[in-house]
Nanobody, 122 residues
């Protein structure tokens, strides 16, 4: 069973920064597609960023230039660096992983973390 454990959620003021981490309990995770998602109250879950097995990345338009997804294969961990945070970034953030080596749009991820709260105040 693959487990994903997130950390790094917090409350910050606008224009601040946070880094979310997602540790994955799977040795071969480096071949996986991995992504970050978020869900704000009353809204649908949205894809924020993805990174595939060869480190190609995608970003939602709303976070381009502010967020960076990355991974550290040696630590079995991937990250979401969030800069210039805005109140509209407030949400529960989830990491996800799938054994597929690339990240097609609309992929249904097989494994999910428990979520971590990010709150950005004006």
């Amino acid at each position: 069973q693959v487990q994903l454990v997130e950390s790094g959620g917090d409350s910050v003021q606008a224009r601040g920064s946070l880094r979310l981490s997602c540790a994955i309990s799977k040795y071969f995770y480096r071949t996986y597609c991995m992504g970050w998602f978020r869900q704000a109250p009353g809204k649908e879950r949205e894809e924020v960023a993805t990174i595939d097995s060869v480190a190609r990345t995608t970003y939602a338009d709303s976070v381009k230039g502010r967020f960076t997804i990355s991974k550290d294969n040696a630590k079995n961990t991937f990250y979401l660096q969030m800069n210039s945070l805005k109140p509209e970034d407030t949400a529960v953030y989830y990491c996800a992983a799938d054994p597929l080596s690339y990240c097609p749009q609309g992929l249904t991820y097989k494994y999910w973390g428990q979520g971590t709260q990010v709150t950005v105040s004006p």
